[in-house]
């Protein structure tokens, strides 16, 4: 995946990439990016209902959790069977809902690993993550670092990076980025550290590096699955479309792999088409305010023509985008 020379001037060290880490997760797409569902877990049904999202891994955030852990076990059980796994429990001082202490904190990451998640998330600066790292077992840590507020400059992004590649298995560098430039700065760590590198900024301005940094080769990005559990993070759907529109899709071999490509494009397409039917909609409403009339068979035609092999599709989608004007 190639960067433009613009891109490249504008980020020396993005262009240091184009080593795509590929880790082993269960659902590997096979460029690499693992699209994972992030979710705030307060009972067994969050779980439950995720099981249901078309992804292919959860970030179960049990920070968020009411009951005991004895209340999600079993379900947490079918997760892990079930999808590529990562168990968060995620403190305060780094965006968390984590409300008791750090030893009580520890003590959840190390019943949580004795279900043998694929990832399990520290943050690398935090007092617990050495006893963790010696209990992870056959589960990857992932070693994290977030701000909430800001994108520090490179060379702190850095230290930071190279601080969580010495006990992670993987590096994130999670960053708020203020402006666009933020987002430039920490998508420059993918490929800079020794280790597969989850690097990218929240916040609206930060929103592109989101897909930016799946073409680069981060291993993992977060979506929402309807409660975001970070500002600007997006939905799976969206996201789907997002890459789709870059041109990263999953390749695959096989009827499963073609069957999961397929999945994706669905995810893409349905995304679209429900973005077209909320902008007719909203043209429904400006044409009745403006005494205009809704059909208007001119540029009903040059869709229809504009649609070539897909003409037949096309009609169907018309007719639905007509509809909802009628009745904005
Ligand atoms: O670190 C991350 C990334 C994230 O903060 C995001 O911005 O999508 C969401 C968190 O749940 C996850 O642990």
Redesign the pocket.
């Known amino acids: 995946m190639g960067l433009t020379p613009r891109v490249r001037r504008a980020a020396p060290g993005l262009y240091k990439t184009g080593v795509f880490y590929i880790l082993k997760p269960r659902h590997q797409w096979p460029h690499g990016v693992l699209i994972c569902g992030?979710v705030p877990v307060r009972k067994a049904r969050d779980v439950e209902r995720a099981l249901e999202a078309p992804v292919p891994c959860l970030?179960l955030?049990l920070d968020y959790l009411e009951a005991g852990l004895v209340e999600v076990r079993r379900v947490l059980e079918e997760a892990v069977a079930r999808r590529t796994v990562?168990f968060?429990v995620?403190r305060r001082e780094e965006?968390g809902a984590w409300r008791g202490g750090e030893e009580e904190r520890a003590e959840l990451y190390l019943k949580l690993l004795d279900l043998s998640p694929h990832y399990i998330?520290v943050e690398a600066e935090s007092p617990i993550i050495r006893q963790v790292a010696g209990a992870k077992g056959g589960s990857r840590l992932i070693a994290?670092r977030?701000d909430?507020e800001k994108t520090p400059p490179l060379e702190v992004l850095t230290q930071w990076a190279r601080r969580a590649a010495e006990l992670g298995d993987v590096v994130?560098i999670?960053t708020y980025a203020r402006e666009p430039g933020d987002g430039l700065r920490v998508l420059s760590l993918i490929g800079a550290a020794p280790k597969p590198t989850?690097a990218?900024a929240?916040g609206p301005a930060g929103a592109y590096t989101?897909v930016a940094a799946a073409a680069l080769g981060s291993p993992i990005?977060?979506?929402?699955l309807g409660e975001?559990?970070?500002?600007?993070?997006i939905s799976a759907d969206a996201y789907y479309a997002a890459l789709l529109a870059v041109g990263i899709a999953p390749e695959g071999e096989g009827l499963p792999a073609m069957r999961e490509a397929l999945d994706w494009i669905d995810g893409g397409l349905m995304y679209l088409l429900k973005r077209r039917l909320e902008v007719c909609r909203d043209m429904g409403r400006l044409k009745k305010a403006a005494g205009l009339a809704i059909y208007d068979d001119a540029r009903e035609a040059q869709v229809l023509r504009r649609a070539g092999d897909f003409k037949q599709i096309f009609e169907l989608v018309v007719q639905m985008c007509k509809a909802v004007q009628i009745v904005a």
């Open positions: 992030a970030e955030r990562i968060t995620r965006g998330d994290s977030h909430f994130k999670v989850v990218f929240m989101r990005m977060y979506v929402s975001a559990t970070a500002p600007g993070q």
